[in-house]
């Protein structure tokens, strides 16, 4: 939720300084299952146990503010930033990211 969140302010920013037409924007997620239950909505019964406010994404989804995309966990460069990695992996991350 948090990284449509903030999905959201950063098209909103560019959108006020004219840099972003309002076109759906890509949400890299790397777990099929979560991009399953964003497409295909939350109302299993095996679901239940998900919060409500995981209903925004799906709204914002439905809407076409974001489009849900598979992207390869090895490829997800902003796991870098998230997880413990071993060098070499980390190394690659770092560098997709611009940082070395």
Known sequence: MSATQELIWLRGLL???NHLSRTTTPLL????GAISLIKN????KH??????R???ICE????GTIAAKYISTDEQLADGLTKALA???YKKFVKGLGFA
């Open 29 to 32: 997620i790397d777990n099929q």
């Open 60 to 63: 914002k989804f439905t809407d």
């Open 47 to 52: 679901n239940k146990h998900i919060e409500l």
């Open 54 to 56: 995981y209903y925004f």
């Open 15 to 17: 959108f006020s300084i």
């Open 87 to 89: 060098g070499i992996k």
């Open 41 to 44: 909505g939350l109302s299993s």
